[in-house]
């Protein structure tokens, strides 16, 4: 048993490097209590496997099910708040069991099929290189945050969306808001119900529209769920909001977290940048592998259920830790090196089982072209910084910017 490791996943520590403290519970504790938050921590990378496709036993219906209180704890006088977040994000489909979950990701299937999504890759790679002719001609020192990883997945999902280009500003300030979603101060609630009443707002009049005049974009797929009566209109909203942040979120994360890899061990970047494009699909997988752009996702147990010898009950929180899982050492040889020769590459960056991330093919398409752009444009390009500020996140892998020398 663990003793003397501290319980606090959002101590300063942790969200800087996840990887010494999660390692840490996967060799001693592997299916670990956790006493602050009271919930399980899972964190080998076969656990984890067997957790997400038993889903019978560990349910994704947290927000329906969870009799708990908020973690970690809010302002007492934000729970009124927090019961109607809990009802937003339960009508999300991800958030759904089967049967229900598999009427809803058909629907949601039919869109973001591998080969469809592969169809966005010249749009992705025009629009790399546009973003980054335009921060060098700015000239004013290039952050691949703000002038590439944010711009390019927020363009491509707002093209997915049917969402204007004069309004795409405004989805990144909403999904910003949404994004305390995986936060722990006290009052983070307040920023999150705005965001969802934002979004609610902003895609009702699409949706409305959609239903009498569909178009050739998501969110008449959604609508066409609705006529088919497998969404209400409430999980067609949501659902909505959900991708708008899905879609891009992560891949800001993959883009900031696999370049900052990349540019850290420099044998890997002087691999990719001899063969950026026999390389960078890869790359990407290691980029994934190495420095998830999620670090963890809840699950419910449905029923009593026995790992390793612990007894998780019914009702009972679980975190199973995909940082972790994609350093076991048991999975991976030599797993705190990135290599990005490493195949097969079975990383569960993307979750796995029935939940399987959907968007995982485009996601891969963003990072294989914008690594495969940088090393091509910039071979000698190196960090500004070392130490990267990161968001106080359990959910997400963010950092705060990426500022760069080209060259």
Not at 122 to 145: I, K, Q, Y
Not at 311 to 337: C, G, Q, V, Y
Not at 377 to 386: C, V
Request: charged fraction near 30%.
């Amino acid at each position: 048993m663990v003793t003397t490791i501290n319980d606090d996943m959002f101590s300063a520590d942790v969200i800087q490097d996840p990887y010494w403290y999660y390692g840490q519970l996967r060799d001693e504790d592997p299916v670990h209590w956790n006493e602050l938050y009271e919930l399980w921590v899972i964190t080998r990378h076969d656990d984890l496997v067997w957790l997400t496709r038993n889903h019978e036993q560990f349910s994704n219906a947290v927000m329906a099910n969870d009799p708990r209180p908020a973690w970690p704890a809010i302002l007492e006088s934000d729970n009124e708040i927090y019961d109607y977040t809990r009802r937003y994000q339960s009508k999300m489909f991800i958030q759904y069991d089967r049967p229900e979950h598999l009427e809803m990701r058909k629907v949601v299937h039919t869109y973001f099929t591998p080969k469809s999504m592969e169809e966005w890759r010249p749009l992705v790679r025009n629009a790399t290189n546009e973003l980054l002719d335009a921060a060098e001609a700015r000239g004013d020192g290039v952050d691949l945050m703000r002038d590439l990883a944010v711009p390019l997945p927020v363009l491509v999902i707002a093209e997915m969306m049917g969402v204007p280009e004069e309004e795409r500003h405004h989805i990144r300030m909403l999904a910003e808001k949404l994004l305390s979603i995986g936060r722990g101060e006290p009052d983070r609630l307040r920023q999150l119900s705005d965001g969802m009443r934002g979004m609610d707002e902003y895609v009702a009049p699409m949706i409305e529209e959609r239903m009498v005049n569909p178009k050739d974009d998501f969110i008449s797929v959604l609508a066409s769920g609705e006529k088919a009566g497998i969404f209400d209109r409430e999980q067609v909203l949501v659902n909505t909001a959900l991708l708008l942040l899905a879609g891009h979120e992560t891949t800001i994360n993959l883009i900031c977290n696999g370049t900052m890899a990349l540019l850290n061990n420099r044998d890997q970047w002087d691999m990719l940048k001899a063969d950026p494009q026999g390389v960078m699909v890869r790359a990407t997988e290691e980029a994934l592998r190495y420095d998830a752009p999620v670090k963890s996702i809840s699950r419910i147990a449905a029923e009593d259920v026995e790992m390793r010898g612990k007894l998780i009950k019914k009702d009972d929180r679980i975190r199973w830790i995909i940082s972790s899982a994609n350093r076991d050492p048991e999975k991976f040889e030599n797993p705190d090196t990135m290599d990005i020769t490493r195949w097969p590459n079975p990383h569960v960056a993307f979750g796995a089982g029935i939940h399987h991330c959907l968007g995982a093919t485009i996601a891969r398409v963003e990072g294989q072209e914008v690594f495969g752009a940088l090393a091509e444009r910039y071979p000698n390009m190196e960090l500004k910084q070392n130490d990267m500020e990161y968001q106080s996140s359990i959910t997400f892998r963010s950092i705060k910017n990426l500022p760069v020398a080209l060259s």
